[in-house]
T-cell receptor
Framework: EAGVVQSPRYKIIEKKQPVAFWCNPISGHNTLYWYRQNLGQGPELLIRYENEEAVDDSQLPKDRFSAERLKGVDSTLKIQPAELGDSAVYLC??????????????FGPGTRLTVL | SQQGEEDPQALSIQEGENATMNCSYKTSINNLQWYRQNSGRGLVHLILIRSNEREKHSGRLRVTLDTSKKSSSLLITASRAADTASYYCATSPKYGNKLVFGAGTILRVKS
């Protein structure tokens, strides 16, 4: 069974440029998460989807970050424009039932973003 | 914000020894989960313990949960070099629909 797929694995851009990350969750998983992990820290949730609906985006900096999950499968996270402080690893995860954090999450390998 | 705090921040042991990591949290929880992250790889789920459970085992892993002290511990017995990784506890708060990760413990197992 294929795991969570993310692309690209690495991205280097200059500040003020746009960037997009793509995620394909495990087949059959209704819940999809985007996390940001800064160096030496644990992941922090940016947004959670239940099927197509964003049910928790309270930590998403909405002035520059946007996300979508069309048809309740793949998802894209975009930053426009990127700032130096956005350098981090962006992780996508999926789970069967994300309600109340009751089950395990399966993580992709992440995209390491460097903003110069 | 991160609810869980792992202790110690870093741990270095010899192969074959046991490793113990602790996690403390602040609010009531539904469950607590432990994850492992190897260098350059994604996180892997290790074990989930529910708020009404006190101890759980999985292979060489043993997790305890003390809800009165709001703390959990992860014990890895007979450690191997392949156990070298960062270990994170993640809590599912009782009131809220998210998983909150701590800052992690870096474990190094020397062969």
């Amino acid at each position: 069974e294929a795991g969570v797929v993310q692309s690209p694995r690495y991205k280097i851009i200059e500040k003020k440029q746009p960037v997009a990350f793509w995620c394909n969750p495990i087949s059959g998983h209704n819940t999809l998460y985007w996390y940001r992990q800064n160096l030496g820290q644990g992941p922090e949730l940016l947004i959670r989807y239940e099927n197509e609906e964003a049910v928790d985006d309270s930590q998403l900096p909405k002035d520059r970050f946007s996300a979508e999950r069309l048809k309740g499968v793949d998802s894209t996270l975009k930053i426009q424009p990127a700032e130096l402080g956005d350098s981090a690893v962006y992780l996508c995860a999926s789970s069967l039932d994300g309600r109340m954090g009751r089950d395990e999450q399966f993580f992709g390998p992440g995209t390491r973003l460097t903003v110069l | 914000s991160q609810q869980g705090e792992e202790d110690p921040q870093a741990l270095s042991i010899q192969e074959g020894e046991n490793a113990t990591m602790n996690c403390s949290y602040k609010t009531s929880i539904n469950n607590l989960q432990w994850y492992r992250q190897n260098s350059g790889r994604g996180l892997v789920h290790l074990i989930l313990i529910r708020s009404n459970e006190r101890e759980k085992h999985s292979g060489r892993l043993r997790v305890t949960l003390d809800t009165s002290k709001k703390s959990s511990s992860l014990l890895i017995t007979a450690s191997r070099a392949a156990d070298t990784a960062s270990y994170y506890c993640a809590t599912s708060p009782k009131y809220g629909n998210k998983l909150v990760f701590g800052a992690g413990t870096i474990l190094r197992v020397k062969s």
